[in-house]
C-alpha cells in the first residue's frame, strides 16, 4: 500500500469542498491499469467540477482531472505492461471515476492510448484534451471537404485551449485563419500561433440574422450559443462547421437556412468518447503538425495544489491557452 497525495472534490449539506489529501492506493477505485501520474492538466470541465460552477461531477468523493499520463506501474489488460508509457483523455474520468488530478491512478486499459513517441508526459499534457479537441475539429473540417483554397477558417474562443491549438494545427495544414476574441490584447499571441486576421468576438457574441454575408470556409467552435449560430450564418456555401464546446452557453438560437440554403455541415465533434482509432489519428496529426515551441508559447505549469485556484482564474476568463498540472510538486 502506498500514499499519494490528489485534490479531492466532497460535497455535504454545507455544500462543496476542494482541498488536497494524502490517500492510500487502496482508496482508489476499480480498475485493470494502475498508473504513476506525471502530468494532467487543466481543462474547461476540470474547472466547471472543482468550483462547483456545474453538476460535472456524477459521484462523491472524486477526484477531478479528465486527462492524464504517466507510466504503468501494475496491470492485468492485455495490452499494457509495467513501464508503458500512457494517457487517458475522457471516457467520464474526473466526473464519474477518479482522474488525473493525483499522483496515483487505477484505470480501465481500454482507455488509454500510448503516449505517442514524439512526445514527453509533459508535452501530452500541455496539449491535452482540449488540444486533442482541437485536432479532432480540423480533422472534421477536412473529412467535411474544406481546403485552404476555399477561404479563411474561423477559430472561436481563439485564446482558449482548443482554439489557440486549432489555430496553429490550420496553419500548419495551409488555411488562412481568423481569430475570434475578447481579448484585444492577445493579438501578438494569436498572431504568433498563425492567425492572419482578428475578429472582436463582440462581433459574434449577440443575435443576429439567420444568413449573413458568407465570410468562412469553415469554423472551429468552442464558443456555442450565439456565436455558433452567427458563425454557421456566415459560413460560405458547401463550408463546413465543428463545434465542440459551450463557453457562452449550450442553446443554439439559429435558424436551418444555412444548412437548407447554403448547404453549410454543422460537424458535431466529441472527445469523451470517441472510439479508439479516432483518437489515435487526431494524435498522429499533433505530432506531425503541432510545433513545440508553439506548444511551449500555449502552455503553463501549475502545482497540485495551485490547480484549485487556476480552476477559478479559468472560470474567470483570465486563462490563456493551456495549464499544465505537474502533480508531483
Not at 462543496?16 to 490517500?23: D, F, G
Not at 487502496?26 to 504513476?36: F, H, K, N, R, Y
Not at 472551429?220 to 456565436?227: E, I, L, N, R
Not at 458535431?268 to 487526431?282: C, E, L, N, Y
Request: charged share 20%.
Amino acid at each position: 500500500m502506498q500514499k499519494f497525495s490528489a485534490v479531492v472534490i466532497e460535497k455535504g449539506e454545507a455544500g462543496q469542498s476542494v482541498s488536497v489529501q494524502n490517500l492510500e492506493t487502496s482508496d482508489l477505485p476499480a480498475g485493470d491499469v494502475e498508473i504513476e501520474v506525471d502530468y494532467s492538466s487543466l481543462n474547461f470541465k476540470d474547472a466547471l467540477a472543482i468550483t462547483g460552477s456545474s453538476p460535472v461531477v456524477r459521484a462523491f468523493p472524486m477526484v477531478p482531472g479528465i486527462d492524464l499520463a504517466g507510466t504503468v506501474v501494475e496491470s492485468s489488460h492485455a495490452e499494457w505492461r509495467t513501464g508503458d508509457r500512457v494517457l487517458l483523455n475522457g471516457w467520464g474520468v474526473g466526473e464519474k471515476h477518479w482522474g488525473g488530478f493525483a499522483q496515483r491512478a487505477r484505470l480501465d486499459g481500454d482507455w488509454l492510448i500510448p503516449v505517442p513517441a514524439g512526445f514527453t508526459s509533459r508535452q501530452a499534457m500541455a496539449i491535452g484534451t482540449a488540444g486533442y479537441t482541437a485536432a479532432l475539429c480540423v480533422d472534421a473540417l477536412l473529412d467535411g471537404g474544406v481546403t485552404p483554397d476555399q477561404g479563411e477558417v474561423l477559430v472561436t474562443g481563439a485564446t482558449g485551449g482548443v482554439g489557440s491549438v486549432a489555430i496553429a494545427l490550420l496553419t500548419k495544414a495551409g488555411f488562412s485563419v481568423a481569430a475570434s476574441t475578447g481579448k484585444t490584447s492577445e493579438s501578438a499571441y494569436l498572431e504568433q500561433l498563425g492567425a492572419t486576421t482578428i475578429v472582436d468576438r463582440a462581433e459574434l457574441a449577440d443575435k443576429g440574422k439567420p444568413l449573413q454575408k458568407e465570410r468562412w470556409a469553415g469554423v472551429v467552435d468552442s464558443v456555442g450559443s450565439h456565436t455558433l449560430a452567427n458563425a454557421c450564418a456566415q459560413t460560405r456555401y458547401g463550408g463546413a462547421v465543428a463545434a465542440c464546446g459551450l463557453a457562452q452557453g449550450m442553446d443554439f438560437p439559429a435558424s436551418v437556412a444555412p444548412f437548407i440554403l447554403r448547404g453549410v455541415s454543422l460537424l458535431g465533434v466529441d472527445s469523451v468518447m470517441a472510439p479508439k482509432p479516432r483518437r489515435i489519428t487526431a494524435w498522429d496529426r499533433l505530432v506531425r503538425d503541432l510545433d513545440t515551441d508553439a506548444l511551449e508559447s500555449i502552455a503553463r505549469e501549475v502545482s497540485l495544489r495551485e490547480s484549485i485556484a487556476a480552476a477559478r482564474e479559468l472560470m474567470d476568463g483570465t486563462v490563456r491557452g493551456r495549464i499544465v498540472v505537474d502533480v508531483n510538486r
